[in-house]
């Protein structure tokens, strides 16, 4: 959490779409209210850049969001660059499906692949001490996080501190998952060192269309109507959880909670959100939070949900074999994958990343 603020406030709206004008009052008053000057700087916008699908599928920030926020930076003379690693796909081919490369073009914004390699060290909440960025947060005045509002079937939700894993190159993002996956304890502190050293000075969240059911790309396309603005991505987390419900607190909110990082806030609501029926994952509803990690590990055969493949779905793309961490699956020619679900770590990056939707939990 960025330390310099005396502010720690969550400002919330309710808003039913992405139109530019509420959308820019909303940006207007957060960055007034916040005190966040935004003159003349270069800025790094970070959305959820997760796999190139169209806005209506509700996987990335929806490009107008983006546009309504450019057009203000640039008001105030600001340099934009905007980046983020993708599952799978390049930046581009991402930022093509998406349709914020309209918006890219249309204000002659920078792009970054996050392709780079920065050795960055922290003494953490975590058992690791060193991370491979693949940005550096530090070449740019002001980093804004745009999260998308969505499940996620490991973390529960994708939200603030969960977007900033994207600045870990895809590749490291693998060997992350394969290193801390198997544990959703051990995964949150990851998430969390890795976000304390990006540090964002501001997390603004999409939530007016966001996903529920099993995210954070084949879940359920929801109308949620909700935009939230915080200089600190623990605070927002915390407060969109109590909006969404149900299994508050989760992992990553839970750990920075004992860590000191949510303290007493203030919300700032300019009018009142609200969601109701929000589908959380099966992996989350299901699961028994009472049974220590460590033994669901031992015997995830038997308390941690396995993925699954519907056949019939499966276009033998092999996009599951390429991203799974664990080397549990396996393609033969014109044959759907097959799991090893004693390699299996239960990471879910399998169901993330399938295009077809065919991988189910
Ligand atoms: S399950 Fe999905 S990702 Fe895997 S091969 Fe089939 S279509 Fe591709
Ligand atoms: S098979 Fe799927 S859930 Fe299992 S380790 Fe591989 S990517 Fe993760």
Request: charged share 25%; with cysteine; net charge positive.
């Amino acid at each position: 959490m960025r330390k310099d603020g005396a502010l720690k406030k969550v400002l919330l709206q309710a808003c039913d779409r992405y139109e530019q004008k509420r959308l820019k009052d909303f940006f207007a008053k957060g960055f007034q209210t916040l005190g966040l000057p935004i003159d003349k700087k270069a800025v790094l916008l970070k959305p959820n850049l997760l796999s190139g699908k169209p806005p209506e599928k509700a996987v990335t920030t929806h490009p107008e969001f983006i546009r309504a926020l450019a057009e203000i930076l640039l008001e105030h003379g600001c340099r934009i660059t905007i980046g983020d690693s993708p599952g799978y796909e390049s930046t581009k081919k991402v930022l093509n499906n998406s349709c914020i490369m309209d918006v890219i073009k249309y204000f002659g914004l920078n792009i970054s692949p996050f392709n780079r390699k920065i050795l960055k060290k922290l003494d953490g909440i975590s058992p690791y001490r060193q991370f491979t960025l693949g940005e550096d947060p530090g070449d740019y005045d002001l980093v804004i996080n745009l999260p998308k509002l969505k499940t996620h079937t490991m973390m529960g939700l994708t939200l603030g501190v969960k977007n900033t894993f994207g600045f870990i190159h895809a590749f490291e993002k693998a060997r992350w998952h394969l290193r801390a996956g198997k544990d959703r304890m051990l995964f949150a502190s990851t998430l969390i060192d890795i976000h304390t050293i990006v540090n964002p000075h501001l997390t603004i969240l999409d939530g007016i269309l966001g996903m529920d059911g099993d995210g954070p790309s084949n879940g359920r396309p929801r109308q949620l109507g909700v935009l939230a603005m915080s200089t600190s991505a623990f605070i927002l987390d915390d407060a969109i959880e109590k909006l969404v419900r149900p299994h508050y607190p989760l992992p990553v909110t839970t750990l920075a909670k004992e860590h000191g990082l949510i303290e007493s806030y203030e919300t700032v609501a300019y009018s009142t959100p609200v969601i109701n029926d929000f589908r959380m994952p099966d992996t989350v509803m299901d699961t028994d939070w009472s049974i220590p990690q460590p033994v669901k590990t031992l015997l995830k055969n038997t308390f941690v949900k396995k993925p699954k493949i519907i056949r019939a779905a499966c276009k033998q793309c092999g996009i599951c074999v390429k991203v799974c961490p664990a080397k549990a699956l396996s393609i033969r020619q014109h044959e759907a994958p097959l799991f090893d679900y004693k390699k299996c770590i239960r990471c879910y990056c399998c169901q993330e990343m399938c295009p077809e939707g065919a991988i189910k939990i």
